[in-house]
């Protein structure tokens, strides 16, 4: 990959997509795939926004049972099976478990019922998986056998326990950067760290491009494109109100998930605690609990807060203070809390909506599911374009690139810079190299990073330092507690 902004201001693109998050990437690889010209642009680095935020598990959709919502189940359950195919080398499954309690909604009854009904529901979800990827039938068992699998747990009133499978990415950074080197392969040209100012608009009000800053240097450049999709995320009405666009903002949570550093359990742990479920998750050596929910507009609430909760919610396991290593924090669209949360991605068709031609917008919900979203995104572009229908081929596409970085630490971080857009510390250090997103990394390991890319970018001794303490600050910023796990 190469980023080249003054060429992607050369041409008028067909598609010019703002945002490079998940579903901006997504739509990014589909499009090119399907033929159409694509310059994907992002502010930040790929997947710096909500995409870095997430349990690292790729979900099935059976919370959808509880609202009756059996289309997105089924979408869920099927994006799952996609990148369980298409992603092997990132995507596995993973086994949860849930304590039973009680004769009502968290009964060992309920929850058989519940798994049935998830199984029957999405009995094609093995469909054309190797069985080492096949996820398993749902059960539950007495308390007895919920002891024997977690020997650590003691509850009162137990009942049982019910298991299941869904999936979880090793690494989530590495799988969306699959899908930006996915669409740089299929002729897409991307660009990170190039921030869109606002919509370029012709004198009929028609959406024609957008103008955008290099955010690593001082130049402006306008980049046009016969159709622009806005895809940034919580961004997304933003950058519509600085184009002029009177749409009303749609409101944001914070959402967080906590990485801790203590030995991880085999499996998934679920509970209920004070009106929020939560999930204590196995993740490279780690653990990590979520996901908390507050109004973006609201002052942040301290993350020891949401830390004590879920020791509450898990009193057998041990959750101290002194585990948390990171505060994985992202902005998603709800209002309220968790019951607040949007359950559907939107794609604005703003030509129907508001008259705006030229102008798409995709605001996901879900990492899971954004390969489908994106789908959808790019049949209805390829309709305001003029174009003939192309089906779609990502969900049968295998993902080359997704997969770790092999080789010493050195020869990895070459390769983050070369071929992966690697142009800060951050970007190799959270998103390439998989060695700060469960944590700050070594001073050893940092070393030879920052060495590494002062050779390839040619950095002096001061971009160095302003590098080191910029990271710094980003884990500074993210340990929660005011300084008091320092």
């Given at each position: ?39 994907l642009v992002e502010r930040e680095d790929f997947g710096a926004g909500a995409s ?311 605001q996901g919900v879900k990492y899971t599911t954004a390969r489908a979203v994106a ?112």
């Open positions: 990959m190469k980023r080249e902004l003054a060429a992607l201001a050369a041409r008028e693109w067909d598609v010019v997509v703002v945002g490079g998050g998940i579903h901006g990437a997504a739509f990014a690889w589909d499009a090119a795939q399907r033929g159409l010209a694509v310059a870095w935020n997430s349990l690292k598990t790729i979900h099935g959709g059976m919370r959808h049972l509880q609202r009756l919502d059996l289309a997105s189940l089924r979408e869920s359950a099927c994006e799952r099976r996609t990148l369980l195919r298409i992603a092997p080398e990132l995507v596995e499954p993973l086994a949860f478990f849930v304590p039973c309690r009680g004769h009502t909604t968290n009964s060992r009854l309920a929850w058989t019922l519940g798994l049935f009904l998830n199984d029957l529901l999405t009995r094609d979800r093995n469909r054309g998986l190797p069985p080492a990827r096949a996820i398993p039938a749902a059960r539950t068992v007495g308390a007895a056998e919920a002891r024997r699998l977690l020997p650590r747990l003691e509850l009162p009133g137990l009942t049982g326990a019910a298991l299941w499978h869904d999936a979880q990415a090793v690494s989530t950074e590495r799988l969306l950067l699959a899908f930006v080197h996915a669409a740089a392969e299929a002729g897409a040209a991307v660009a990170n760290h190039a921030e869109a100012l606002e919509l370029l608009r012709d004198a009929r009000g028609r959406v024609v491009g957008v103008a955008l800053r290099d955010a690593l240097g001082t130049r402006t450049h306008e980049v046009r494109g016969r159709l622009v999709v806005n895809a940034a995320g919580p961004w997304v009405d933003e950058l519509g109100a600085r184009s002029g666009l009177g749409r009303a903002p749609a409101p944001l949570l914070r959402a967080r998930n906590l990485v801790l550093e203590r030995k991880p359990l085999e499996v998934a742990v679920g509970a209920r605690s004070e009106g929020r479920f939560l999930f204590l998750v196995p993740w490279q050596g780690r653990s990590i609990v979520g996901t908390s929910y507050e109004p973006a507009g609201a002052p942040p609430s301290d993350p020891l807060a949401f830390l004590e909760l879920a020791a509450r919610a898990f009193p057998w396991a041990g959750i101290e203070r002194s585990q948390l290593r990171l505060v994985h924090e992202g902005l998603v669209p709800g209002t309220g809390g968790a019951h607040g949360l949007w359950t559907r991605s939107r794609v604005v068709d703003h030509e129907r909506e508001d008259g705006t031609v030229g102008l798409v917008s995709l789908e959808r995104a790019v049949d209805l572009s390829l309709r305001r374009l003029g174009r003939p229908h192309v089906a779609c081929r990502t969900a049968g596409t295998p993902l080359a690139r997704a997969r770790l970085l092999s080789g010493t630490l050195e020869e990895r971080t070459r390769v983050a810079v070369r071929e992966e857009l690697a142009l800060t510390l951050a970007d190799a250090v959270l998103r390439r190299l998989d060695l700060g997103t469960a944590g700050p990394p070594a001073a050893g390991d940092l070393a030879v990073v920052c060495g590494a890319m002062a050779r390839e970018l040619g950095w002096d001794a001061g971009r160095q330092h302003a590098e080191q303490a910029a990271l710094r600050a980003f884990f500074g910023a993210r340990r929660g507690g005011g300084g008091l796990l320092e």
